[in-house]
């Protein structure tokens, strides 16, 4: 994984003593690291590339200290921070979105078997891109449908898969020749696919579906959305354990239980402008008809239990609407933040065109056309 930030290290540091750079140098090299990083799709401004190069500069340090060449407190790696990791922005993806990408994978492409069995793969393993790769048809428990998953850290699990996707894998593996302990997934040449293949898949994805591009939906999106189905079913525990973490803080970060989904459709009475809105401490998005219109945390409330309670900020927006016509609506609200009002969230809708502030979720007067409105705790 550090590979090429040891080159780069080499690159300017090669002929330095090991302890002649210092912490102020090291945060240098890390800016210009940051500000010449590749650009990708799912790029964040190269903190990733930074945290690295530290977490990569630690490690020999780390050896020289051990050994007796340096001691702790003339170890400048020591003394430089990582940047701070941000929260992850993947989320689950809808049913109806989810249909769209397979539906492009299975009809576009050379290899459109190839394609869709490494989504029907992950969409119900909810293995990461690794884990895939290492799969091997000596993996394959065909008797009681499980597969091995070998993933980072080390880790090795069963993971249970339908009949339907464990034939398709078994008939992958015999008619791309892959040896029993060879990787499973392979081109229609029996070449060995790479992480190229996963890289070339969204990219094409992307160019029929625009939202895939926009969102920058990847493979580990598809992990989210499969742990998110199973906590919602069958809780946190199952799914941490689906998802292969350990007890090891560090094993992952993919978001469990960390997000309450509100849905509901409202069909207006008449055309016009409606206020979409959310109250709450918490980050949410709002969408309509699976367009993002809302995508920020309301401002700080106050830190009076009452007034939070009573007033909790909020955010809204207005939304054109058809008589008639309903709109399907959609909160996703982070349970990540903790704070006086956490888990006090609401999805207000009113009718009023562009009115100062949403009507609150007590019932409309009878004389105002009634107005929809869905409250959730988590």
Known sequence: MYESYWNRIIEHWGTRPLDEPTPSEIHQLAAHVKAHVVSRRNARGGRSAAEHLIAALRCPYRHAENDGHISAADNPARKVTKPRRLPSDRRAVPADRLAEINHIAATTGSDPALDTLILRLHTETACRRGGALALRPCDLDTEQCLIRLREKGETVRWQPVSPTLMAHLEQHAQHRHAPANGQLLR?????????????????????????????????????????????????????RAYAGHTDNSNAGTTATCR?????????????????????????GRLYVDGNLILDKA?????????????????????????????????????????????????????????????????????????????????
Do not use: M
């Open 187 to 239: 081109y229609a040449t029996g070449r060995p696919i790479t992480s190229r293949r996963y890289d070339h898949l969204w990219v094409r994805i992307g160019r029929h579906l625009p939202w895939v591009a926009t969102q920058q939906i990847s493979t580990h999106w598809l992990r989210h959305t499969t742990l998110t189905w199973v906590e919602r079913n069958f809780g946190y525990a199952v799914a």
């Open 259 to 283: 997000t309450v989904v509100l849905e509901t459709r409202y069909t207006p009475e008449s055309s016009g402008e409606i206020q979409l809105g959310f109250a709450g401490a918490n980050p």
């Open 298 to 378: 309301p401002a700080e409330p106050s830190n009076a239990l009452g007034a939070s309670i009573l007033n909790p900020p909020s955010l809204t927006t207005a939304v054109a609407v058809n008589a008639g016509r309903p709109i399907a609506i959609r909160g996703e609200f982070s349970r990540e933040v903790r704070t006086v009002i956490d888990g006090a969230l609401s999805l207000t809708v009113g009718i009023e065109p562009n009115g100062p502030t949403p009507r609150s979720s007590s019932p409309a007067p009878s004389k105002r056309p009634r107005t929809p409105n869905s409250r959730s705790s988590a």
